[in-house]
């Protein structure tokens, strides 16, 4: 069976290696970034690259998206010379960034309206699950057509699940980033207080690594984290978009989220310390300051 041409739009520290798994599993990709650097790596690796939105959708069958933001997805789905105008029917449209459930429904029946058929996606893993081909991917949409797809997750991630109907990919990794940001946020009080109390942060990790606290974010970050690493693996300017994104979708809902909104500030007051491109688990920077102490040992 012939494999399905596909269009990548969004080549930034997840969506490069996502591309280059799709191209190593044999597809042929046309891409499209407005970091030119990242295009011409992919097209180094056989990709074609193309000069729009609508020039994707014309040559693709299958059109991904990875966009830092909603305004963003809009605008190269439905904007001037964005996807919409080269839409038609049959061509599909899979949407993997992080965006606002709202604009994942509004963008699907738009370009269902000119035929195409969509689905959101937004993943969990950060760098390191792009990286590796093991990213959870979280849809919404018709099972069909996920199905029908399935291929192309499979070449991205490990874990992939149809949520529901469209918005509810992004309805999930809302909650996904919940977790997180509480696992972030949990972790680097614990390391805080007992460094300021006296203990090693390595031995609290170490501790904690054997019980009940005891968390991927832990798992990844934590051996970083008390070394002084803040490389990003997922940006705190991302997390924090994603936070704005979820006390959203709790108004929209009527939910309140007294916890989230709490992580929010502090995430908020990272980024207005100029802390925005560090690793989501700088968020300890800010308890630092807060408790007027450095718990972290240098390496």
Do not use: W
């Not at 069958?61 to 996807?83: F, R």
């Not at 370009?111 to 919404?140: F, H, T, Y």
């Amino acid at each position: 069976m012939t494999k399905p041409i596909i269009g990548f739009i969004g080549l930034g520290i997840m969506g490069r290696p996502m591309a280059g798994h799709l191209i190593n599993a044999g597809y042929s990709l046309v891409v499209r970034d407005v970091n030119q650097s990242a295009v011409d790596e992919l097209v180094a690796k056989g990709a074609k690259a193309a000069a729009s939105a609508k020039d994707i959708a014309v040559q693709s069958d299958v059109v991904v998206t990875m966009l830092p933001d909603s305004p963003d997805v809009e605008n190269v789905a439905l904007g001037e010379g964005g996807i919409i105008e080269g839409a038609a029917a049959g061509k599909i449209h899979i949407d993997m960034s992080s965006i606002a459930p709202a604009s994942a429904v509004k963008v699907a029946k738009a370009l269902g309206e000119k035929g195409m058929r969509c689905l959101d996606a937004p993943v969990s893993g950060g760098q390191v699950g792009a990286q590796n081909a093991a990213l959870s991917i979280m849809v919404g949409g018709e099972k069909s057509l996920l199905d029908e797809v399935m291929p192309i997750f499979q070449a991205m991630g490990k874990t992939i699940t149809h949520c529901g109907e469209n918005g509810a990919g992004q309805i999930v990794k809302a909650c996904n980033q919940i977790q997180v940001a509480l696992n972030i946020a949990g972790m680097c009080e614990a390391f805080t207080l007992g460094a300021k109390a006296g203990v090693d942060p390595a031995v609290i990790l170490q501790v904690l690594s054997g019980g009940y606290a005891q968390n991927r974010v832990m798992d990844v970050r934590g051996p970083k984290v008390i070394h002084g690493d803040f490389q990003p693996g997922f940006k705190s300017r991302f997390h924090f978009k994603d936070l704005n994104i979820i006390l959203r979708t709790g108004e929209d809902h009527e939910v309140e989220l007294p916890v989230t909104t709490t992580v929010h500030k502090l995430f908020a007051e990272l980024l207005d310390s100029g802390g925005g491109d560090l690793d989501h688990t700088g968020l300890i920077t800010v308890l630092e300051r807060m408790a007027k102490h450095e718990a972290r040992t240098k390496s």
